[in-house]
């Protein structure tokens, strides 16, 4: 112990002044990001998902092996998700075993909001790594306060979904492909094949990480030797064949589950349409414009600007082998976003979505560090453009902090309202138009220890208690007379949650109209 203290101590003095005060600036926003777990869980469909993660975990635990492996495969083509949730939900386990605390419980769900917690805190981590490939340590940091700062990045925290676990192994692999020994080594191209296997196995959205792994290897041929070419082409081979094992393995588990891994990647492929085919191209402006506010803005005009400098010095006979890695990267990364918005406008295959953009984000600060680092040549404090553009950040992140703390949810305003089943609803009713075509209620699974009796008179008029989509119109919903219990802002008020499958029209709707979830007690 005292020479871990002593290698701690050390460590603390022979790093520099950047890196201790990024390192405590980095303990306080982890603890900000704690401070907004507790609720929010249960709020999106997709979130239902991670029960039959637990289902499955539960059997398991009782020897049904094959039973288990039904209820991964049934988290629509996310398996690696399912078990990748038995870190989290091992923790849940515990609780329920020690303290008999309901799994379903809020309380119990804060294990899976840390866990979420942890695992952004760990892709800052790769991303500083990541940047430093590139960059000095305080353009690093700088880019590091950046990603942290911005809604996109902290919007899932709360919420029981796979962008950033599957954003976890692709930045890994990512870290891995940047090490001088990745261009010469198929072994290392064959363990990048298989995390990027990973992070699609967790969440499928993501398809766009294997591409471009594979693509970043075949570029670096180009422009090179003459015998650069088909070495790049093993490489890729390599990736691919690792890809091809970790989805070959999860084909094996599903069949033993007597389903099909493949079957349902196809039917999940053709339902990422709830949104509109006319925004492929101007979807990621509105929602910088609209969530991230003229910062958004400004990092994506400083993205173009560090596209075009890091083209133009890749074309230079003494550029570095990292400003032709830069160039590549951001290269690439640019043309997958391209090819994305082609399939949306053009072949009404795809939408966007908030969380499709979430993908993108970390290589849109890597291009606006490439214009501020050309800022900073020209300008003759470079110190205050960077300490001024960090201050703007966790300014940023202040703003979000103060209106997402804000936000509540139907689910946890109705756990506090001592709501647990559905035998004390009277009634349910929407303000919004298409109420037949909402298949989903915001109810979370059945507390088991808390259900009421069956003789129990419904007590409760529920105003909004649905997933409201698609929002097409509004109409003022009318009540029975009774008590207001609780009247909050539905929670797709705040903008960001609105780019989860909207169109423009129908955030027009949610934006202008104030759609409320309300609680009536029932006059008996």
Known sequence: MANMLWRVRHWWHQVGRPQRLALLVGVLVTLARLSLIGKGTM???????????????????????????????????????????????????????????????????????????????????????????????????????????????????????????????????????????????????????????????????????????????????????????????????????????????????????????????????????????????????????QVEGWLGISLLVLFGVGLGLSVRLYSSANVSGAERGLARLLTAVFLVWLGYALVVQVGHKLVFYGRTLHFFVPFIIMGALVALRSAGRMVQSRAWLYWGSCSIALGHFGVFLVGYLAVDYPCDVAYRAGIFDYQQIAASLVSVCDEDLMAYRLFGPRLRSQLTQKDSTPAFQLLNFAYLYPVTCYRPAHLRPGKVVADVPYFMKYPAYQFEGHSARQRTILQNYEVDFQIITSNN
């Open 43 to 289: 709020a999106f469909v997709d979130e239902s998902r991670y029960v039959n993660a637990m289902l499955g975990l539960r059997a398991l635990g009782e020897g049904h092996g094959q039973e288990f492996l039904r209820y991964i495969n049934s988290m629509g083509a996310r398996p690696g998700d399912g078990i990748w949730r038995a870190i989290p939900g091992l923790g849940q386990a515990i609780l329920l075993l020690v303290f008999d605390l309901n799994p379903n419980a809020p309380p119990s769900l804060q294990v899976p909001q840390a866990f979420n917690v942890l695992i952004v805190s760990l892709n800052a981590l790769l991303l500083y790594r990541i940047y430093r490939r590139f960059f000095s340590v305080g353009l690093a940091l700088l880019g590091l306060a950046l990603y942290s700062s911005l809604v996109n990045t902290n919007l899932y925290l709360r919420h029981l979904l796979p962008y950033d676990h599957s954003l976890l192994f692709f930045l890994l692999a990512l870290l891995v492909l940047l090490r001088p020994k990745a261009a010469v080594s198929y072994r290392l191209q064959a363990l990048i094949g298989l995390l990027g296997g990973l992070s699609y196995a967790i969440y499928p959205g993501y398809f766009m990480g294997p591409i471009l792994l594979m693509a970043l290897v075949l570029l670096a041929g180009f422009g090179g030797k003459s015998n650069d070419w088909p070495r790049s082409i093993k490489l890729a081979v390599m990736q691919l064949a690792g890809l091809l094992v970790v989805l070959l393995a999860f084909e094996g588990l599903a069949r033993l589950g007597h389903t099909s891994y493949w079957a349902s990647s196809r039917y999940i492929a053709t339902t990422v349409t709830q949104g509109s085919f006319d925004e492929g191209f101007v979807f990621i402006g509105s929602y910088f414009r």
